[in-house]
């Protein structure tokens, strides 16, 4: 158990263990996303991988990491971490404009979602709690996805924004994260900002153990990480909802 925790974690730094470059008055707090606090007595997780078929919608092999995601909160010891999350529940995101992500790349991107015409700017999406990784801002078409303990701006996505949908043609993110970052926007948005079920891609190197799966996870998108996939999520359709 202790083994997979590590390998997770090791994972979780690759991606997201970089310190801050942002302009706020506020040193990073470094986050300790192991989950813990189990709110169910459930010594042992039942994960089951499903193919494409009846059971499962979207059309490509995934596990089920719901067992632990959905029955786990986060929590931590270090008092820094725990204000900087409080901190940022009243952030409007304007600071994240000027920030700078560590070693970022741009690549090119088209990934579609449908909208209503409404315009964006501002917050669309903040973490309602600790079990939730990520907060989502907007300002001029440009989408800014920060993690929700830390602040840190992981990502940076340019869209033209429509009538009848949201086109994102380009996205800045670290450059290790180049081959994954079109598939984790398309996810945060599909899920955070929307309200749509999605599974999640996971990053090259994670093995095939549903319990390093689903504490990696839970590590990276908290109670929202319901699916997870090797494949490529930005093939799934996002359709708009049809008429009650």
């Not at 470059?21 to 169910?40: C, F, I, M, Q």
């Not at 039942?46 to 067992?67: A, H, K, S, T």
């Not at 300002?139 to 840190?152: L, N, P, Q």
């Not at 290790?176 to 599909?190: N, Q, R, T």
């Amino acid at each position: 158990m202790v083994r997979r925790l590590s390998h997770a974690m090791n994972i979780l730094r690759r991606l997201f263990g970089k310190k801050s470059l942002d302009n706020t008055d506020h040193p990073p707090a470094r986050e300790n996303a192991v989950p813990v606090s189990p709110k169910g007595a459930r010594a042992d997780y039942q994960f089951r991988w499903y193919d494409p078929g009846p059971e499962n919608p979207f059309g490509i092999r995934l596990l089920d990491c719901r067992p632990l995601t959905q029955t786990v909160i986060a929590t931590t010891s270090d008092r820094s971490i725990a204000e900087r999350y409080n901190l940022l529940r009243g952030s409007n995101g304007r600071d994240l404009i000027s920030a700078q992500i560590p070693d970022s790349v741009r690549c090119p991107a088209s990934l579609r979602f449908p909208h209503n015409g409404a315009p964006l700017k501002g917050i669309v999406f903040k973490a309602p709690s600790m079990d939730v990784k990520w907060d989502i801002y907007v300002y001029d078409s440009v989408f800014h996805f920060a993690r929700s303990w830390t602040g840190e701006l992981q990502y940076r996505a340019f869209a033209t924004v429509g009538p009848s949908d949201i086109h994102v043609t380009e996205i800045e993110c670290p450059r290790l994260e180049s081959k994954i970052a079109a598939c984790h926007v398309y996810f945060l948005v599909a899920t955070h900002a929307m309200g749509r079920v999605l599974p999640h891609r996971l990053p090259e190197g994670t093995p095939e153990d549903p319990m390093t799966i689903a504490t990696l996870s839970f590590s990276m998108f908290g109670n929202l990480g319901c699916y997870a996939t090797f494949e490529d999520i930005t093939r799934i359709p996002i359709t708009r909802p049809s008429a009650s």
